[in-house]
């Protein structure tokens, strides 16, 4: 198992390698700093004074690939490319346009995402497995059909409803919860309640029904048949077996994103004013903040990573059959 | 009206688009598996009710893409053999058939309906002095000489006319539906009649005919209003909430299509190449897109959309209009959501690949000698090709949904386009505002929901018929 870990890490780094140059080639390549300048400061204040300032500031002014000037491993390491995309692999981001260190705002910042994208993701999974569990249960029924019905219905509304709409009745007409803000500690679930209500809203149409599915494949098994030829009441077979096997492709599309829950979420931060990653990234792409996005680009690519070995390891936990080799 | 034809990008592929549409129309014709599953679409009454709703909104999207630009009025005292002199300004077809609503604009936020405005001016009275009242509208409602009393009669007198006006329009195609059934069955008019009614057709005409009977109902009591009121409400600077949702059609239709349009070629080449070829081409389109596929989808486009936007905004001179660049910008999102979404396709593609590779077929065909090229083509593509007609019709529905959130974030279509999401935006600034100006979003959020809806029905029509799992 370690040595497996261990070799999918190393597999990992041209993948980050990968996204690295990606990134580097789209910020860099594809516009010269001076366009960035440029637009930046606006047409009336892009003096050539201006652009070298602004690309100083940055440290956008060295050269690209090769510094000729400098000495030694300096020809290397004084360049943009060294400066801005290498040094990301220590996970050093360098400064925001606000001059703040983007890693110490990024450390400061998970814990409000988090503490709105775990109970969403908890809560999700819970409701989401249960509604499909029970339209199973009614499977060829009324309540199916209808549960389906409604489950179209509720993925066809934009979420950007559900926040408006949910914001305008609970905390506008119904005063119960205020409409954004945070706080730290235990106070913040006053904040977090209606997000992450809306959150799960938003999101249980299109899971319930990838569940429903996943449930009925199962559910036309041969080991199903055994186990109510065995005289197994159908709620026994549905949660000690279907749902056993059906593990499989669940934390396929589930284990993935958890490392992503650090992230955040980039509506509901935003819309509820919750000092997360979402809404620092939000901020970034209104500012034009080049090399927040940068790095919120490199940290999600890891963290992709990261669950994809999850994915791998969680996979032997419910399925004995798997071996990691 | 004299005018000078514009033909944007997104207009050219969107009608490429349908040309190839109408090819595989005309191919499905001529081969019996196809028709046999798209007739199984056909028997779908959800699908092909979802279908009717596509097709309208298709309708509005197409008469919004033929742009051009009208001609100026001569300048006083220039030369008669001038150079005619064409505004700036490009329109649409569309914008002519409802110039009524576009011109006719107020001065501010009104709601559906009114007429008055939704807030108050200081206005001199006749007798002197001043009040602070709101003041008539210029157009809403402008006919009646005492709104108050009249209105309610006014437009129920206007909307019956328009229900009557549909109901007898609606005959129509209810007539030749049942002609054409009784012809097919060999039986009477009524009796053809009868079948439709009880929904005993081989295609589900019942669904589509109550569909566009709805839709010809709507449509029709708007037509008859639309001119008299602002149905919708008017916006921040006053222009017809009803005409900005009509626009936003073909910006939904453009992004969900032309997407899944561009990415094609990538995904189904690549795609179907690393499944057929394995060893190292495999390997390379792989690392290609798990790389892509690292990046959260989100935070690519950000990305990507942010150097687009430095690239249009220091290259004016590319385009001639405000309208083109517009255009080109809604066409980079497009091959923009289109890189960031075609590995999911690619890596469906390489998988089906991979089991065919082996099929009997394939490998009798390679024993043959047929050479890769043609094995591909012959046998390989036209055998993955459902999984990418399922992908085109499960695409949109989110890809229209993620127009809104992206323009929303800033990242979407220019703002001076006109789509959901441009209209969303500007709408959230004034909900804290009391009372509420709700109607610009309750119209977006309605239009959005009837097209995603009808796009997801469709979409499982298809799946189901096509989808050999099932």
Same mark, same amino acid.
């Given at each position: 198992?370690?040595?497996?870990?261990?070799?999918?890490?190393?597999?990992?780094?041209?993948?980050?390698?990968?996204?690295?140059?990606?990134?580097?080639?789209?910020?860099?390549?594809?516009?010269?700093?001076?366009?960035?300048?440029?637009? #930046?400061?606006?047409?009336?204040?892009?003096?050539?004074?201006?652009?070298? =300032?602004?690309?100083?500031?940055?440290?956008?002014?060295?050269?690209?690939?090769?510094?000729?000037?400098?000495?030694?491993?300096?020809?290397?390491?004084?360049?943009?490319?060294?400066?801005?995309?290498?040094?990301?692999?220590?996970?050093?981001?360098?400064?925001?346009?606000?001059?703040?260190?983007?890693?110490?705002?990024?450390?400061?910042?998970?814990?409000?995402?988090?503490?709105?994208?775990?109970?969403?993701?908890?809560?999700?999974?819970?409701?989401?497995?249960?509604?499909?569990?029970?339209?199973?249960?009614? =499977?060829?029924?009324?309540?199916?059909?209808?549960?389906?019905?409604?489950?179209?219905?509720?993925?066809?509304?934009?979420?950007?409803?559900?926040? @408006?709409?949910?914001? %305008?009745?609970?905390?506008?007409? %119904?005063? $119960?919860?205020?409409?954004?803000?945070?706080?730290?500690?235990?106070?913040?679930?006053?904040?977090?309640?209606?997000?992450?209500?809306?959150?799960?809203?938003?999101?249980?149409?299109?899971?319930?029904?990838?569940?429903?599915?996943?449930?009925?494949?199962?559910?036309?098994?041969?080991?199903?048949?055994?186990?109510?030829?065995?005289?197994?009441?159908?709620?026994?077979?549905?949660?000690?077996?279907?749902?056993?096997?059906?593990?499989?492709?669940?934390?396929?599309?589930?284990?993935?994103?958890?490392?992503?829950?650090?992230?955040?979420?980039?509506?509901?931060?935003?819309?509820?004013?919750?000092?997360?990653?979402?809404?620092?990234?939000?901020?970034?792409?209104?500012?034009?903040?080049?090399?927040?996005?940068?790095?919120?680009?490199?940290?999600?690519?890891?963290?992709?990573?990261?669950?994809?070995?999850?994915?791998?390891?969680?996979?032997?936990?419910?399925?004995?059959?798997?071996?990691?080799? | 009206?004299?005018?000078?034809?514009?033909?944007?990008?997104?207009?050219?592929?969107?009608?490429?688009?349908?040309?190839?549409?109408?090819?595989?129309?005309?191919?499905? =014709?001529?081969?019996?598996?196809?028709?046999?599953?798209?007739?199984?679409?056909?028997?779908?009454?959800?699908?092909?009710?979802?279908?009717?709703?596509?097709?309208?909104?298709?309708?509005?999207?197409?008469?919004?893409?033929?742009?051009?630009?009208?001609?100026?009025?001569?300048?006083?005292?220039?030369?008669?053999?001038?150079?005619?002199?064409?505004?700036?300004?490009?329109?649409?077809?569309?914008?002519?058939?409802?110039?009524?609503?576009?011109?006719?604009?107020?001065?501010?936020?009104?709601?559906?309906?009114?007429?008055?405005?939704?807030?108050?001016?200081?206005? &001199?009275?006749?007798?002197?002095?001043?009040?602070?009242?709101?003041?008539?509208?210029? #157009?809403?409602?402008?006919?009646?000489?005492?709104?108050?009393?009249?209105?309610?009669?006014?437009?129920?007198?206007?909307?019956?006319?328009?229900?009557?006006?549909?109901?007898?329009?609606?005959?129509?195609?209810?007539?030749?539906?049942?002609?054409?059934?009784?012809?097919?069955?060999?039986?009477?008019?009524?009796?053809?009649?009868?079948?439709?009614?009880?929904?005993?057709?081989?295609?589900? %005409?019942?669904? +589509?005919?109550?569909?566009?009977?709805? @839709?010809?109902? $709507?449509?029709?009591?708007?037509?008859? $209003?639309?001119?008299?009121?602002?149905?919708?409400?008017?916006?921040?600077?006053?222009?017809?909430?009803?005409?900005?949702?009509?626009?936003?059609?073909?910006?939904?239709?453009?992004?969900?299509?032309?997407?899944?349009?561009?990415?094609?070629?990538?995904?189904?080449?690549?795609?179907?190449?690393?499944?057929?070829?394995?060893?190292?081409?495999?390997?390379?389109?792989?690392?290609?897109?798990?790389?892509?596929?690292? @990046?959260?989808?989100?935070?690519?486009?950000?990305?990507?959309?942010?150097?687009?936007? +430095?690239?249009?905004?220091?290259?004016?001179? %590319?385009?001639?209009?405000?309208?083109?660049?517009?255009?080109?910008?809604?066409?980079?999102?497009?091959?923009?959501?289109?890189?960031?979404?075609?590995?999911?396709?690619?890596?469906?593609?390489?998988?089906?690949?991979?089991?065919?590779?082996?099929? &009997?077929?394939?490998?009798?065909?390679?024993?043959?000698?047929?050479?890769?090229?043609?094995?591909?083509?012959?046998?390989?593509?036209?055998?993955?090709?459902?999984?990418?007609?399922?992908?085109?019709?499960?695409?949109?529905?989110?890809?229209?949904?993620?127009?809104?959130?992206?323009?929303? @974030?800033?990242?979407?279509?220019?703002?001076?386009?006109?789509?959901?999401?441009?209209?969303?935006?500007?709408?959230?600034?004034?909900?804290?505002?009391?009372?509420?100006?709700?109607?610009?979003?309750?119209?977006?959020?309605?239009?959005?929901?009837?097209?995603?809806?009808?796009?997801?029905?469709?979409?499982?029509?298809?799946?189901?018929?096509?989808?050999?799992?099932?």
């Amino acid at each position: 198992m370690f040595a497996y870990v261990l070799r999918r890490l190393i597999y990992a780094v041209p993948i980050l390698i990968g996204v690295n140059l990606l990134t580097f080639v789209l910020f860099f390549v594809v516009n010269s700093p001076d366009d960035m300048a440029r637009m #930046h400061l606006g047409a009336r204040h892009a003096s050539a004074e201006g652009i070298e =300032r602004w690309k100083a500031e940055r440290g956008y002014d060295k050269p690209t690939f090769w510094n000729a000037q400098a000495d030694g491993a300096g020809r290397l390491t004084e360049t943009v490319f060294f400066d801005k995309s290498l040094r990301m692999f220590a996970f050093d981001f360098g400064r925001a346009d606000d001059g703040r260190d983007i890693g110490r705002e990024i450390r400061d910042r998970m814990g409000p995402s988090l503490a709105i994208a775990l109970p969403t993701f908890l809560l999700g999974l819970l409701v989401s497995v249960s509604f499909a569990l029970l339209l199973v249960f009614f =499977r060829a029924t009324y309540l199916d059909f209808w549960g389906v019905v409604i489950c179209v219905a509720m993925m066809s509304i934009s979420s950007l409803f559900y926040i @408006i709409g949910g914001q %305008w009745l609970v905390s506008k007409v %119904w005063a $119960l919860v205020p409409i954004s803000g945070y706080a730290p500690g235990l106070d913040a679930a006053r904040f977090l309640v209606l997000p992450v209500l809306i959150s799960v809203l938003a999101g249980v149409g299109s899971s319930v029904r990838w569940y429903r599915t996943i449930f009925l494949e199962e559910i036309s098994r041969d080991y199903v048949r055994t186990a109510r030829a065995k005289g197994l009441s159908e709620l026994a077979v549905l949660f000690r077996h279907v749902l056993k096997n059906a593990m499989i492709p669940i934390l396929t599309g589930v284990v993935v994103v958890i490392p992503l829950l650090f992230m955040g979420s980039l509506l509901v931060e935003s819309f509820f004013g919750i000092p997360g990653l979402g809404s620092y990234t939000i901020d970034a792409i209104n500012a034009q903040d080049f090399a927040v996005v940068r790095a919120m680009v490199f940290i999600g690519s890891v963290l992709y990573i990261v669950g994809l070995i999850l994915t791998d390891i969680s996979y032997t936990l419910v399925d004995p059959r798997v071996r990691l080799e | 009206m004299n005018f000078q034809p514009v033909l944007l990008w997104t207009d050219l592929l969107f009608f490429a688009l349908l040309l190839v549409a109408l090819a595989t129309v005309l191919h499905v =014709r001529r081969n019996e598996p196809l028709r046999a599953a798209w007739r199984k679409v056909g028997r779908r009454p959800t699908g092909m009710a979802a279908a009717t709703v596509l097709l309208t909104f298709l309708l509005v999207g197409v008469v919004d893409s033929l742009h051009f630009r009208p001609q100026l009025p001569a300048v006083e005292g220039a030369p008669a053999d001038a150079a005619p002199v064409y505004s700036s300004e490009v329109l649409s077809a569309l914008d002519v058939l409802l110039a009524k609503l576009r011109t006719r604009n107020e001065k501010t936020y009104s709601a559906p309906f009114a007429d008055r405005l939704y807030v108050r001016e200081t206005v &001199e009275l006749p007798e002197g002095g001043q009040a602070r009242i709101h003041p008539r509208l210029l #157009h809403g409602a402008a006919h009646l000489a005492d709104p108050a009393a009249e209105r309610a009669a006014d437009i129920a007198r206007k909307a019956a006319g328009g229900a009557m006006l549909a109901v007898l329009l609606w005959l129509l195609p209810v007539a030749l539906v049942a002609a054409g059934v009784a012809r097919r069955a060999g039986v009477g008019f009524a009796q053809g009649l009868r079948r439709l009614a009880r929904g005993e057709t081989a295609i589900a %005409w019942r669904a +589509v005919l109550l569909t566009l009977g709805a @839709i010809l109902l $709507l449509a029709s009591v708007a037509a008859a $209003l639309a001119p008299w009121y602002h149905i919708f409400g008017t916006d921040k600077v006053g222009q017809d909430v009803f005409y900005l949702a009509l626009k936003s059609v073909r910006t939904a239709l453009v992004i969900g299509t032309l997407t899944t349009l561009v990415m094609l070629p990538f995904a189904v080449t690549l795609g179907v190449m690393a499944g057929y070829l394995g060893g190292w081409v495999d390997d390379v389109i792989q690392y290609l897109y798990t790389v892509l596929n690292a @990046i959260p989808g989100v935070l690519l486009i950000a990305a990507a959309v942010l150097m687009m936007q +430095v690239i249009i905004d220091t290259h004016p001179q %590319w385009f001639a209009t405000a309208a083109e660049r517009a255009d080109a910008r809604l066409l980079a999102l497009c091959l923009i959501l289109g890189i960031t979404s075609w590995t999911g396709l690619c890596r469906l593609l390489r998988g089906e690949t991979l089991k065919l590779r082996e099929l &009997e077929y394939v490998q009798a065909a390679r024993a043959f000698g047929v050479r890769t090229p043609a094995i591909l083509r012959r046998h390989v593509l036209p055998n993955v090709m459902h999984i990418v007609l399922i992908a085109l019709v499960m695409d949109f529905s989110g890809l229209v949904l993620a127009e809104a959130v992206l323009s929303y @974030i800033g990242i979407g279509v220019d703002p001076t386009m006109i789509s959901f999401g441009t209209m969303i935006n500007m709408a959230r600034a004034e909900l804290a505002r009391e009372p509420m100006v709700w109607w610009s979003l309750v119209a977006a959020f309605c239009f959005m929901f009837v097209l995603v809806l009808a796009a997801n029905l469709f979409a499982d029509a298809v799946r189901d018929a096509f989808d050999p799992r099932r």
